[in-house]
């Protein structure tokens, strides 16, 4: 399973961005998927994780309110719309899949072998 991830850019604090999860490798229905965030001198740090379904999700509390996670299972992506975007925002947006793993889990504990090559989201005016 292989991510390609899209949609960051520069932003002015308080815009939008929605970003775009594609997979390819197999079909996304298998895994929760979620969003995770690098900057310099900080670990990643998961933003937001959902189910298979769709019907359970987690958000980090720096994001909660502000960002939306959804998955389009025909397209086999996942998004995340980023509202009220902060300049502490800004760094390279990920995302990873887990099968098997509760979503509050798999943003907050769960390791990953391998990353995409991320998007970066700058919010600076």
């Known amino acids: 399973l292989q991510f390609v991830e899209s949609g960051g850019g520069l932003v002015q604090p308080g815009g939008s961005l929605r970003l775009s999860c594609v997979a390819s490798g197999s079909t996304l229905e298998y895994y929760s998927v979620g969003w995770f965030r690098q900057t310099p001198g900080k670990e990643r740090e998961g933003l937001s994780c959902i189910s298979r379904s769709g019907d359970i999700t987690y958000y980090t509390d720096s994001v909660k309110g502000r960002f939306s996670i959804s998955r389009d299972s025909a397209k086999n992506t996942v998004y995340l719309q980023m509202n009220s975007l902060k300049p502490e925002d800004t760094g390279v947006y990920y995302c990873?899949?887990?099968?098997?793993?509760?979503?509050?889990?798999?943003?907050?504990?769960?390791?990953?072998?391998?990353w995409g090559q991320g998007t970066q989201v700058a919010v600076s005016s």
């Open positions: 990873a899949a887990k099968t098997a793993w509760p979503v509050e889990a798999m943003c907050t504990r769960a390791r990953f072998p391998s």
